[in-house]
């Protein structure tokens, strides 16, 4: 089976006027949630840093860098606009490829529709194909190429950014075969212990798979060459999925369904500022505080119950040094400022926050085990039970199965505008609603500079 070559022809065969109504939707929403995202990550330090590195060496070209109010060529915009969506830890994913496609996507199809003056209509194909290319091969490794010690977002984002510069460029399939085999030579490791370890070199996986991505297509397109079956790979056994699977891949997660389930659909949103494995936890938690004030000085202790993944992922605390990314992946750290702030967004991630003694200290009454009834239903359910234990003898508990943004519990249009307003909350109101309105209606925007410039 010529599972790369299937998906670059379905990649190149992509067009507006064929999708489903539902599918440019789930586009549009991704773009708006992709823009949220990039504002709620400004308010870190790491990524101001970042951005004062790239600025200091490219500052200038034609592609904008959002919301930081310069232009830079498009390989380093692709990679500022990626990190800034990556950042906050707010971004979609895909639940059954543990990846999250739009960091790499929408930076790369934005730099290249500014530089190119495409239009909206475009840039939804470049989302909708580029999702196909960066989902697929996740879903095909999952959760093996994680558990080997990769993070699909850059890894597999390379593939994704590449097919939506494959769409700008107007790319045949086999030149877009080309450019997925290029993206395989050239994609980022992401190495998963630096994220374990709460390295803050975490928050730029997205940005490399987009910088990544784009220059593969970029080197196709003017006559370089690559691997067509860079995903399954030839008799040398030295395909991509193998090689960074430890256990066989089910190559056809690749083309099943292809043309007639589009994977943006299986998408999900995040309502909170963390790890989705945090999720049903925060959540359940919030929940709890719905109904009733819980003050964090009469808790005697806090247990959380969840699945395998989840615990060893997540279950660990701050650490003696932490930085936002150890809080974004701790359960206990997402308990204790949920309790004491009842809300986790992107003012949670500053050190002063992580710093707060009272929530230091009740981070550590947070205790996180792995249940067997609740292991049982994974993947299917990323559930979490939150026990909370009064001093007074009162336990209350909450169990969350399925967390908010699932497809099946969506975060819908008012609810991603929502998020985008909270996380943008220092701009003006009338043009954020301007840009939104934009958004919402991207296919009839003709040049894409009217959204790029006004994030």
Known sequence: MEYTRQLARFCADVTFNNLPPEVVCKAKWCLLDYVANVYGSLKLGAVNQVIGYIKSIAASGPATVLGCGFKTDCHHAAFLNGTTAEAIEAQDGLRFGGNHPGTSVIPAALALAEANERDGAKVIEAIVAGYEAANRPAAAMHPWHTLAGFLPTGTCGAFGAAAAAAKMYGLDAHRTATALGNAGYLLPLSMAEHLMGGYTIKIVQGGAGAMAGLLACGLAHHGLTGLPDVLEGTALGGGFCKITSPAAPKYERITDGLGQHYSIMDVYFKPYTACRHTHGSAQAVLELLDAGKIESETIEKINVQTYGIAQMAVGKDLGPDPTFVSAQFSIPYVVAVCICDGHLGPDQLIEKR??????????????????????????????????????????????????????RDPMDEKRLIQKLKEFASAKNPMHLDALIENIINLEKIKDIKKITEAV
């Open 354 to 407: 992580l710093a707060d003694p009272k929530v230091v200290a009740l981070a550590k009454k947070v205790t996180v085990t792995a249940d067997q009834e609740l292991n049982a239903l994974y993947p299917d359910k990323t559930s979490s039970r939150v026990e909370i234990k009064i001093k007074d003898g009162r336990i209350l508990t909450r169990q969350v199965n399925i967390p908010r943004g699932d497809p």
